[in-house]
């Protein structure tokens, strides 16, 4: 017995696309300086900034960037 493709790559359940494409972000801030910004890497910065998003406490990211 042959599936149609069709079947196999939709399920025809529209509310698989009733996903919510913005939510607020944690609060704060992340410490930056001037000298840090001249200074360190860029993906330094991008780094902080997922780990921050993710909700990773600023403790555990500084501890090991600085």
Do not use: N, Q
């Amino acid at each position: 017995m042959t599936i149609p493709l069709a079947l196999i790559l939709d399920s025809g359940d529209r509310s698989l696309f009733d996903v919510p494409s913005k939510a607020p972000g944690p609060p704060g801030a992340l410490p930056l300086t001037s000298e840090m910004l001249l200074e360190r890497p860029s993906g330094d910065f991008f780094g902080w900034a997922m780990d921050a998003g993710m909700g990773w406490t600023r403790r555990r990211w500084v501890a090991r960037s600085f």
